[in-house]
């Protein structure tokens, strides 16, 4: 239902909303991983010799041993059907930004008729789910389709509870028969190793002699708008592109910060416990919540976890969200931009390399030398930023995200690294080759000896900055919110494999050339930072001489679209970067060219053939109606000696004409299809179709300023941010 009787009854139905049922709130202890095949329940259902073997490959990624898959089948099974669950779902992540489950049945039914319930180690290990219409980027041709799902022993199993019934979920990888990865997990996996690999290198250069597995971990801050359902489903735009394609600001908006960090509205708080309830149940640390900056908008983050149990927890983290809201007559919007003049929203990615021997790597330490270790790391994550960047920037290019970057409220397009002062201090120093040390401490030659303890930063300092060190990790901040956070954390492991690869050749063949360890640590990071600096930088970032000086001076790339952004994806030096380090072969990647643009397009041709109907079928009718009520009226008042003026019917038939003229040229422009290459499509969707649904939403804009309030077709911009 549309229309303007939608409107009205939209907000009665808020309005004589009648609050959820109480409910006892559950004890953490009762609550926490109770949906979740954990460690601990393995450790009691397994034979001791079993368990050992599991745990060797999910702790140290020891290759499965085949003959446990048997007895770990049989545990999780029955440890699934005690939580009622009567079917299995290989779950697996493929390119878009989704979650996909194939389900099957324990059931078997024998020659007398009778059922029992079974699940093999076989089927524990690997699925096949059809899966052909997944996008696969001309990896598959249809006659030879089959994907498979392989079992990801290193992230949980979990119960995924509907209100009638249960369902056991086991993390998967999804590859093709020929062993190409269709799916995001299977690139992020090699990307771990592969950066773990490298990590090893420089870690034993540096003396240690025993060096656990090192892992990448994910805290990820994740923001949504939540709008009452009642108008969402009166808005086509909102109901199947995620945002608004029309609309005039509200009279308030975001100006006040008077939402931010605000008091949470009860019947948000009901929901967000609702939420976080089901969070503690599949093991997901939730663990802060607040009102964001624009009405209407929130954030939850969960503690950090490793990077792969992180991302399928952030994949659960948003079906939790969007399923909870329908429960409560909400819809979470996790488009990153769905109202046009305020916020939009971000998903913060907050990463990290460690181990269990040395600790978190990009935690400097208290001493000068666990300090040099930390600088190396985090003089890896620099040079992987400078050499990278403009593969981060189309890590995270999607049709949606481009709303957000450089609009003055979210890191620009260009990749530049936050270090704050301290960090950038030393830096500098080691660059001109003196370290003073502390700062009364004098100059001194270049030393080891000389590095300064470094304060703990909380180093949030910087909003403006796409790439962030705060403290002990890095932040990525440019990532969209309604993304899968695999494809950022796969480029940030990779360029950090790639550039302590190149520290560890470095220090080397430094040491080759006669320097003791520490010379050979700070020639490293001298010639490092020579060649890399550029990237560092802690003005700004939003600001115009920003954005000319890090092109002109410092030959940073400004990609401002995704079309600009997703054709690096073909550049030699990210094909051998990707296929050098084993995450990513040239099939692969070309595929994902492939679908990441048809992905582009597709979304941009989504919304400009809602913006044509929407304005033809809502708008127009809307503003035909006003024009003939208002000119009857003004004629009819003529008749009795009342002169009203022309001007409102002369503005508003203009702007009406004007605005379907722009449709007709948006029309003609979604018609064409003769596009030599997806590079010329993309851009010609940045260049063309976009303004073109700019100018028709300009013009609209203006009519809803004019024309009576009961006539607007569509839930206004006040109604759907500020009436929960
Ligand atoms: P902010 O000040 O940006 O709101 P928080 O202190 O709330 O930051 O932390 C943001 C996220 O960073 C949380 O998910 C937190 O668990 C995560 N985080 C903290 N330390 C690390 C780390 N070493 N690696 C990855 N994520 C981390
Ligand atoms: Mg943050």
Same mark, same amino acid.
């Given at each position: 239902?549309? =229309? ?203 003396? +240690? ?121 909400? #819809? ?32 400097? =330490? ?18 992987? #930023? +400078? ?42 120093? %080691? ?103 550029? #990237? ?75 913006? #044509? ?109 500020? %009436?929960?």
């Amino acid at each position: 239902m549309t =229309g303007n009787t939608a409107r009205v009854q939209a907000v009665q139905n808020i309005t004589n909303r009648r609050p959820m049922p109480a409910k006892a709130p559950e004890s953490l202890n009762s609550l926490w991983a109770s949906d979740v095949f954990t460690l601990s329940k393995m450790k009691e259902s397994l034979p001791k010799e079993v368990f050992k073997s599991l745990k060797k490959t999910i702790e140290a990624s020891a290759e499965l041993d085949v003959s446990v898959a048997d007895v770990v089948a049989l545990a999780m099974k029955d440890w699934a059907l005690s939580k009622g669950a009567l079917y299995y779902a290989h779950v697996f992540y493929p390119l878009t930004n989704a979650t996909a489950e194939k389900h099957d049945s324990f059931i078997s039914v024998q020659s007398d008729g009778s059922v029992i319930s079974e699940f093999s180690g076989k089927v524990l290990v690997q699925g096949e789910p059809d899966g052909s219409s997944f996008p696969n980027g001309g990896i598959r041709s249809t006659f030879e389709a089959r994907g498979y799902t392989a079992w990801d022993v290193t992230s949980p199993a979990y119960i995924m509870p509907t209100d009638n019934g249960a369902t056991l979920c086991i993390p998967t990888v999804f590859v093709s028969w020929t062993g190409e990865a269709l799916d995001k997990k299977t690139p992020l996996l090699r990307a771990n190793a592969a950066m773990n690999k490298a990590a090893q290198r420089v870690l034993s250069f540096l003396g +240690h002699a025993d060096i656990a597995p090192v892992n990448s971990s994910c805290g990820a801050e994740q923001e949504y708008f939540l709008v009452d359902a009642n108008f969402v489903n009166s808005r086509p735009d909102l109901l199947l592109s995620g945002r608004t394609l029309f609309g005039a600001s509200a009279a308030k908006g975001q100006q006040f910060d008077d939402h931010y960090f605000g008091a949470i509205p009860e019947r948000i708080q009901v929901y967000m416990q609702d939420v976080e309830e089901q969070l503690y149940r599949l093991g997901i640390p939730a663990k802060t919540r607040h009102n964001e900056v624009a009405p209407g908008q929130f954030e939850i983050a969960p503690f950090f976890e490793s990077a792969n149990v992180a991302t399928d927890h952030q994949q659960l983290l948003m079906t939790v969200l969007k399923n909870t809201a329908k429960k409560h007559g909400l #819809v979470c919007l996790l488009h990153e931009k769905p109202f046009k003049g305020i916020n939009g929203s971000g998903k913060h990615v907050n990463w990290s390399v460690g181990n269990a021997t040395q600790g978190n790597l990009l935690d400097p =330490g208290s001493t000068p030398h666990s300090n040099s270790q930390f600088l190396l790391f985090c003089g890896a994550v620099i040079r992987g #930023v +400078h050499k990278y960047g403009p593969l981060l920037r189309a890590a995270i290019a999607t049709a949606s995200n481009d709303h957000r970057l450089g609009a003055n409220e979210a890191p620009p397009a260009i990749m530049s690294v936050y270090l704050g002062s301290q960090l950038d201090n030393v830096f500098e120093q %080691i660059s001109n080759g003196k370290i003073t040390g502390s700062l009364n401490a004098g100059v001194m030659d270049l030393g080891i000896n000389t590095l300064p303890v470094f304060n703990k930063d909380s180093g949030d300092r910087n909003r403006t900055s796409p790439f962030a060190f705060t403290g002990n990790r890095f932040e990525f901040r440019a990532v969209g919110s309604g993304q899968s956070v695999a494809g950022p954390l796969v480029t940030m492991n990779t360029m950090l494999a790639d550039s302590l690869n190149w520290i560890a050749d470095t220090l080397e063949s430094n040491k080759a050339k006669g320097d003791d360890l520490d010379t050979a640590v700070l020639n490293t990071l001298k010639e490092l930072i020579d060649q890399h600096g550029a #990237v560092v930088f802690g003005g700004n970032g939003y600001s115009a001489e920003w954005h000319k000086m890090a092109v002109e001076e410092r030959g940073l790339a400004n990609l401002k679209t995704s079309a600009d952004a997703l054709p690096v994806l073909k550049e030699a030096y990210i094909e051998e970067l990707f296929d050098k380090l084993g995450v990513l072969s040239p099939v692969e990647l070309a595929s994902r060219f492939e679908i990441y643009s048809e992905q582009y397009i597709l979304a941009i041709e989504v919304e400009a053939k809602l913006v #044509v109907s929407m304005a033809k079928t809502g708008i127009y009718p809307a503003a035909v109606k006003y024009l003939s009520d208002l000119s009857s009226t003004i004629t009819g008042l003529k008749n009795t000696g009342v002169e009203l003026g022309n001007e409102s019917l002369a503005l508003i038939t203009a702007q009406l004409t004007s605005m379907m003229k722009t449709v007709g040229t948006l029309s003609a422009a979604l018609a064409k299809h003769d596009f030599a290459t997806p590079e010329e499509h993309m851009q010609f969707c940045a260049k063309t179709i976009r303004p073109l649904m700019d100018e028709v939403r300009e013009y609209a804009d203006a009519l809803e300023g004019e024309i009576a309030d009961e006539l607007w077709p569509y839930p206004t911009y006040q109604e759907m941010l500020f %009436i929960k």
